[in-house]
């Protein structure tokens, strides 16, 4: 019977991927959100995000969600100093020598969004594991998981970068800035990224208020964080790299006392995830002015 289940979901998401974009997109809303999706007069943040998906196409988005790619715009508009250090870059896996690599290093794709290989002891690693996972990497079409369009043309690639640690000498927090037209309002702290069950978001507004938000799948900490020193390059630097962008969500890092660029992201959880409480998935879309054109291809 499991096998019967496994054949029939396998073939209805083969199905889906015949759908054009807006049927498979207010198809996926409906069945993670339970709400019909509403583009004639979007009101929601989560529906916002779905028409930006739709009708929003700047094309150099393309180049902002290339892991690769982005390094020379970061670089351009806030300078080299803030990237992690790149370590390589490949356009297959085989090409990786992994005895030129350091102890510690992060493998990520550059074209999805969510995988990534944490190498902390060279010697404890699975090579051929790893090897075979970021084949199966390269082969995704991740556009095609939520049709995320900027994903569409990106290079499959791997790169490799320095592994960093912050002051807790055992992850990185991520520091997350949601900005709406340059403008950031609301950041996320993501702490506990070792594991992907057990993350937990705490929200703050630009004072660092901790704010009464949540998302169900990611509880807030109990641990009182303080504001990171960098905070006010953060904002800083959130502003001059969303400007002119209707949403985008910039990410930081803090390690050594310096700050370090994460990603930018058009469509955080996609625009499936809940809040809690529900009102604010209607105060964040507030935020988002649409463009009056609509340019959806």
Request: hydrophobic residues 35%.
């Amino acid at each position: 019977m499991n096998k019967i289940k496994v054949f029939l979901w396998k073939k209805r998401q083969w199905l889906l991927t015949f759908l054009p974009d807006k049927l498979f997109i207010e198809y996926e809303y409906k069945k993670s959100t339970g709400q019909k999706l509403n583009l004639k007069n979007p009101m929601r943040f989560n529906e916002k995000i779905q028409w930006l998906k739709l009708y929003d196409r700047n094309p150099k988005y393309t180049k902002l969600v290339d892991k690769y790619e982005v390094r020379k715009y970061i670089e351009d508009k806030i300078g080299k100093e803030h990237l992690i250090p790149l370590i390589g870059v490949w356009n297959n896996v085989d090409d990786i020598d992994f005895n030129a690599l350091p102890n510690q290093f992060v493998l990520k794709p550059t074209h999805t969004s969510g995988d990534i290989i944490i190498c902390k002891d060279k010697n404890k690693l699975d090579i051929e594991q790893a090897k075979l996972e970021m084949k199966k990497w390269l082969k995704r079409n991740y556009y095609k998981v939520h049709r995320e369009w900027p994903y569409k043309n990106v290079q499959p690639r791997i790169i490799c970068e320095k592994y960093m640690v912050d002051e807790s000498g055992t992850e990185l927090k991520d520091y997350k800035f949601m900005c709406f037209k340059g403008e950031p309002k609301l950041i996320l702290l993501c702490y506990n990224r070792k594991s992907k069950d057990n993350l937990n978001i705490n929200f703050y507004d630009n004072n660092w208020n901790l704010l009464d938000l949540y998302r169900p799948k990611h509880p807030p900490s109990s641990i009182i964080f303080k504001k990171p020193k960098q905070f006010s390059k953060m904002m800083e630097y959130a502003r001059v790299l969303s400007k002119d962008v209707p949403f985008l969500r910039v990410d930081f890092y803090e390690a050594n006392e310096q700050l370090y660029f994460g990603e930018l992201t058009f469509y955080p959880g996609s625009g499936y995830e809940k809040f809690v409480p529900d009102s604010y998935d209607y105060l964040l879309g507030s935020w988002i002015e649409l463009p009056n054109e609509r340019r959806y291809t």
